[in-house]
Each structure stands twice: as structure tokens, then as C-alpha cells.
């Protein structure tokens, strides 16, 4: 059985960051050592919340114990997502770094969890200078959606060319995978749901239906996305087969949250999915 350490905020109430990503990840069968970096009641989109951020110093406390029973050997992948503060980072790349002195086939997936304020997503000053100037260049897998591939590039993005530039661009800067999760409306098909997955053997293209939601869209897609792919990496699947069955997985649980009428991503209900989806979209190389 494959380990992650999934460093990243917790809800109590909903689905986002580890709670969005750690029982999917399980039901693949890959265990996660969750370390979180916020507690809130409720995801920041809803308007107000209260909770507080993890002290910085926790995070490598954490680690260091972890190391001190011996078990960061053991350790398979180290997912971080949402940072509650811009110098929690240093902690994260130091437990990389330790994690991998320990395990050098140990994976590190960058989440790069930016501030959206269309959706209310709120992020700390400095966060994203962070994941753009230290946290990509450590990557080894890093999954923006179309804002953080603008903030990661500096480019613009305007449109699918534009997206594959800059897709190349951060495959200069380290990391050996770029899953883009969500291309928003400069895909090929603004009425599709569109992602991208590149590696150094090409670039890989999908599309699934967008789910219209009445109000808001759910929160935690970007999560539960990342948490997948990874979970099917670490299990052996390549990375097309990862690519195809986390776009199916999360269209599945997108299309049992929009039947439900819920807000909150409907996980549980939708676990046999994640586990056997019933979508069957398929990604088509273009690069």
C-alpha cells in the first residue's frame, strides 16, 4: 500500500482541500497522512468562516515526529494544496526534502492553490509569489487550473495555443508533469468541461460535460482532481489511464452533487464511482 503525506487545509462542515481529497484517495486504496494546514468551519467561499490558520512551526513538528518513529521512509508522495500562510511553505519543500532524503522515488505533487475572487476563494499575501518562485521549481507533478497557470507563467492565457505555451513554460521550470485542471473558457469548447494533462512524451487533451449548478459551483473539484491522479500514479496506472480515470471519477461525482441539488460535492454518495467510474471519456493525444 502507497502512503501520501497530504499537507493541506481541512473543513469541518463540507468538502475541500483533505476533506475533498483524503477518502477518495483511500477508496483507491493509497493511505493518507493528513497535516492540515487551516481548520475552518466551512470553505472560504461561502463568505465568512472561522477557524484559524496551523501555526507554521507545526508542520515541521509533525514531520519531525513522524521521522522520529522512523516512518518517513515509508512515505510515497507528498501532496501539498491549500497554505494558510506564505510561510508554512518553507515548511512544506523542508518536509519534501526530508521525506525524499529518506525515499528518493518519493513524489512531490504541488497543488498550486491560488486566490480566485470570483469564487471567493481567499489565499494570504505571499502565498502565491511562493508557488510560483520556490514550490513549482521543486515539483515533480504540479496541477494549476487556468488563474494559477497565469499567475505560475506571467503569460496571459487567453486562449488553447496560449495554454499550451505556457503549459511548456513550467516544464522548463522542473516539474515532469502538468495536469491542468480546469481550462475555463479558452478550451476548445467553451460549453465542455476541458483539462490538460503534459508530459515529456506529449500532451494529452480531454473533455466531459460542465455541470451548470444553480447560484454557485461546488468547492474541493481541483482537490478531489489532484488527490486522484495521484492516488492512480502511486498505484501504477500510466499516466494517460490516471488522466482518463480521474476526469471520469469527478464528472461521475460532479453529476451525482448537480442531481442531488447539493452544494457540497456529494463524495460519499458518489463513491462507488470513484472507484469504477461510469463515464467513459476519452483523452486524445495533440502534442
Known amino acids: ?7 493541506q487545509s481541512h473543513v469541518v462542515y463540507g468538502y475541500a482541500g483533505n476533506k475533498a481529497a483524503t477518502f477518495p ?9 493528513a497535516l492540515n494546514t487551516v481548520q475552518f468551519s466551512n470553505h472560504t467561499q461561502y463568505g465568512k468562516w472561522k477557524g484559524m490558520v496551523v501555526p507554521k512551526e507545526q508542520i515541521g513538528e509533525i514531520v519531525q515526529g513522524i521521522d522520529e518513529i522512523e516512518a518517513l521512509s515509508e512515505c510515497d508522495a507528498i501532496l501539498s494544496g491549500y497554505i494558510g ?5 518553507t515548511e512544506i519543500l523542508a518536509a519534501v526534502e526530508k521525506i525524499k532524503a529518506k525515499n528518493p522515488n518519493a513524489l512531490y505533487f504541488c497543488d498550486p492553490v491560488m486566490g480566485h475572487p470570483d469564487k471567493g476563494c481567499i489565499v494570504a499575501p505571499g502565498v502565491a509569489e511562493f508557488l510560483r518562485d520556490f514550490a513549482m521549481t521543486k ?14 507563467t506571467g503569460l496571459a492565457v487567453e486562449n488553447f495555443e496560449q495554454a499550451l505555451n505556457a503549459i511548456n513554460v513550467i516544464l522548463s521550470k522542473g516539474p515532469k508533469r502538468v495536469l491542468v485542471k480546469h481550462l475555463s473558457k479558452v478550451g476548445k469548447d467553451p460549453s465542455q468541461f476541458e483539462m490538460l494533462l503534459a508530459t515529456a512524451e506529449g500532451i494529452w487533451h480531454i473533455r466531459r460535460p460542465l ?40 464528472n461521475d461525482v460532479m453529476s451525482v452533487t448537480q442531481q442531488s441539488g447539493k452544494y457540497e460535492l456529494q463524495i460519499i454518495k458518489a463513491r462507488e464511482f470513484i472507484v469504477k467510474p461510469q463515464s467513459q471519456y476519452k483523452a486524445v493525444k495533440i502534442a
Open 1 to 7: 500500500m502507497k502512503n501520501v503525506l497530504s499537507i
Open 25 to 33: 484517495m483511500q477508496l483507491l486504496g493509497v493511505d493518507i497522512w
Open 85 to 89: 500562510a506564505a510561510e508554512q511553505g
Open 139 to 152: 515539483a515533480d507533478l504540479i496541477a494549476p487550473n487556468l488563474v494559477e497557470l497565469r499567475e505560475l
Open 211 to 250: 455541470h451548470e449548478f444553480v447560484g454557485r459551483d461546488p468547492v474541493g473539484v481541483g482537490d478531489l482532481t489532484s488527490g486522484l491522479f495521484l492516488a492512480n500514479l502511486l498505484n501504477g496506472k500510466s499516466d494517460l489511464d490516471a488522466f482518463e480515470h480521474t476526469a471520469n471519477a469527478v
